[in-house]
């Protein structure tokens, strides 16, 4: 293996200055526009090429775009914080995310690595027990925190970029860095994928932060991510005087709430793991009337993708029976899925040998499950079922808390590890697929 890049001081600050920035400015999914346009200047400094907007997307395979108005006030304020307006304008409907690919003018194969930008729908604790906000880092958007870990991911990527910029006479063929959407909901990998952005990679690798493994452990593929399917259910009915004429309405809530009683007995499936939620429910007008919408937010999940079409094929008869009994109308709309999707075993020896030997890896470990699920998985797929390798690293970090809460923090220390075992992966990529006739 080519030696670990040693990262100079000047790139850890940087960092560290890029992931506090990005937390500092946390945007939801299909809203990222002033993280989008903080990483094309920073790839486009660096003497990247920048794919971003429509150009990145197959628009008819976006999945839970937010309306025009919340996009609107998004793009506002991301030029109000700073944002190229030009870059914004750009970005148009919520095509965020950038594609920033460097090409070596050397024949290779072209080696891509996905990176998520998104924070979740959090409003992050302000209190002095917890770092940011201590800092002066903390999410200044309401309702917008990153609890995952994606500003450290996309702060990997710039780091990964930078890198590979200084060891481009060392490299072969192509470099993707895929800065991604819209993935909490499961959202924005598949309008990328359907545009074929991935059609022509040979080896990839997803990366993510974790928060309750040791630090400095390191999985080489992470398996068992469960398919799943995100859909919200409405339920239009009739409006009366619950005193004076109930007897005119039809109940929309009751509908709901039947429907939310009957999806959670849905029989569990024999042939693994199967999961279903109600997160949400809203409905109604007024204590005196009949409530006429209702609306209830769910997620199937299933240990294979046959599993979790199991399950939805199940909901939608339960729904559909619940709008019947009560007499409503009803609409079903999709907002994320994500398939399962394994690692490729020939890949992770290699993987391995990537990580070790990088100052500050402890253990590192080949496959192991998490029981969520993932968008890059459709990533993975495409790669695959092409012909190429894939898979799905994890990075230990052991933090006092867990994602998507209040109170998640990253530890910086584990960027550099990221950066250092990817820029070696892509240095030695070529060899390594050779080696295997897959040049």
Same mark, same amino acid.
């Given at each position: 293996?080519?030696? %670990?890049?040693?990262?100079? +001081?000047?790139?850890?600050t940087n960092?560290?200055?890029?992931?506090?920035?990005?937390?500092?400015?946390?945007?939801?999914?299909?809203?990222?526009?002033?993280?989008?346009?903080?990483?094309i200047?920073?790839?486009r400094?660096?003497?990247? %090429?920048t794919?971003?907007?429509?150009?990145?997307?197959?628009?008819? $395979?976006?999945l839970?775009?937010?309306?025009t108005d919340?996009?609107?006030?998004?793009?506002?304020?991301a030029?109000?914080?700073?944002?190229?307006?030009?870059?914004?304008?750009?970005?148009?409907?919520?095509?965020?995310?950038?594609?920033?690919?460097?090409?070596?003018?050397?024949?290779?194969?072209?080696?891509? #690595?996905?990176?998520?930008?998104?924070a979740?729908?959090?409003n992050e604790?302000?209190?002095?027990?917890?770092?940011p906000? $201590?800092?002066?880092?903390?999410?200044?958007?309401d309702?917008?925190?990153?609890?995952?870990?994606h500003?450290?991911?996309?702060?990997?990527?710039?780091?990964?970029?930078?890198v590979l910029?200084?060891?481009?006479?060392?490299?072969?063929?192509?470099?993707?860095?895929?800065?991604?959407?819209?993935?909490?909901?499961?959202?924005?990998?598949?309008?990328?994928?359907a545009?074929?952005w991935?059609?022509d990679?040979?080896?990839?690798?997803a990366?993510?932060?974790?928060s309750?493994?040791a630090?400095g452990?390191?999985?080489?593929g !992470?398996?068992?991510?469960?398919?799943?399917?995100k859909?919200?259910?409405? #339920?239009?009915g009739v409006?009366?005087h619950?005193?004076g004429?109930?007897?005119k309405?039809?109940? $929309?809530?009751?509908?709901? $709430?039947s %429907?939310?009683?009957?999806?959670?007995?849905?029989?569990?499936?024999?042939?693994? %793991?199967s999961?279903?939620?109600?997160?949400?429910?809203?409905?109604?007008?007024?204590?005196?009337?009949?409530?006429?919408?209702?609306?209830?937010?769910v997620?199937?999940r299933?240990?294979?993708?046959?599993?979790?079409?199991?399950?939805v094929?199940? +909901?939608?008869?339960?729904? +559909?029976?619940?709008?019947l009994?009560?007499?409503?109308?009803?609409?079903?709309?999709?907002?994320?899925?994500?398939?399962?999707?394994?690692?490729?075993?020939?890949?992770?020896?290699?993987?391995?040998?990537?990580?070790?030997?990088?100052?500050?890896?402890?253990?590192?470990?080949d496959?192991?499950?998490?029981?969520?699920?993932?968008?890059a998985?459709?990533?993975?797929k495409?790669?695959t079922?092409?012909g190429?390798?894939?898979?799905?690293?994890?990075?230990g970090?052991?933090?006092?808390?867990?994602h998507?809460?209040?109170r998640?923090d !990253?530890?910086?220390?584990?960027?550099?590890?990221?950066?250092?075992?990817?820029?070696?992966?892509a240095?030695?990529?070529?060899? #390594?697929?050779?080696?295997?006739?897959?040049?």
């Amino acid at each position: 293996m080519t030696p %670990a890049p040693t990262l100079s +001081a000047e790139l850890r600050t940087n960092l560290t200055r890029w992931r506090r920035d990005f937390h500092r400015h946390a945007e939801t999914a299909w809203t990222e526009f002033r993280t989008t346009s903080a990483i094309i200047g920073a790839l486009r400094d660096l003497g990247w %090429a920048t794919i971003f907007g429509p150009d990145l997307h197959e628009a008819s $395979a976006r999945l839970g775009v937010p309306t025009t108005d919340v996009l609107a006030g998004a793009r506002a304020r991301a030029v109000d914080q700073g944002a190229d307006a030009e870059l914004v304008e750009a970005m148009g409907e919520g095509f965020t995310g950038v594609l920033g690919v460097l090409e070596t003018g050397r024949p290779g194969p072209v080696v891509c #690595f996905r990176f998520d930008i998104d924070a979740n729908d959090l409003n992050e604790l302000a209190d002095d027990s917890h770092r940011p906000f $201590a800092e002066g880092f903390a999410s200044v958007n309401d309702g917008a925190m990153h609890g995952c870990g994606h500003d450290g991911h996309a702060a990997m990527g710039l780091g990964l970029a930078s890198v590979l910029t200084g060891m481009v006479a060392d490299l072969t063929g192509t470099v993707k860095i895929i800065f991604q959407p819209a993935e909490e909901g499961v959202r924005g990998a598949h309008s990328i994928v359907a545009a074929g952005w991935f059609d022509d990679v040979d080896l990839f690798v997803a990366t993510h932060l974790k928060s309750d493994d040791a630090k400095g452990g390191v999985l080489t593929g !992470v398996d068992g991510y469960l398919a799943s399917t995100k859909f919200d259910v409405e #339920f239009s009915g009739v409006g009366a005087h619950a005193g004076g004429d109930p007897e005119k309405g039809r109940n $929309a809530l009751l509908a709901a $709430a039947s %429907a939310t009683l009957g999806l959670h007995a849905i029989p569990r499936h024999s042939a693994g %793991a199967s999961r279903i939620n109600v997160g949400t429910f809203t409905a109604g007008e007024g204590r005196n009337v009949v409530p006429r919408t209702a609306r209830i937010a769910v997620e199937t999940r299933g240990e294979t993708s046959e599993i979790n079409d199991f399950m939805v094929a199940r +909901a939608a008869d339960v729904v +559909a029976g619940a709008a019947l009994m009560h007499g409503v109308d009803h609409k079903v709309t999709v907002v994320g899925r994500a398939d399962t999707a394994s690692p490729s075993p020939e890949l992770l020896p290699f993987i391995r040998a990537s990580f070790t030997g990088v100052p500050g890896v402890a253990e590192i470990r080949d496959t192991g499950g998490l029981g969520g699920s993932e968008d890059a998985t459709a990533m993975m797929k495409r790669v695959t079922e092409r012909g190429g390798l894939a898979t799905y690293v994890q990075i230990g970090m052991e933090t006092s808390w867990g994602h998507h809460t209040e109170r998640f923090d !990253v530890d910086e220390d584990m960027l550099a590890v990221g950066v250092a075992a990817e820029a070696r992966i892509a240095l030695d990529a070529p060899e #390594f697929l050779a080696g295997l006739g897959r040049a």
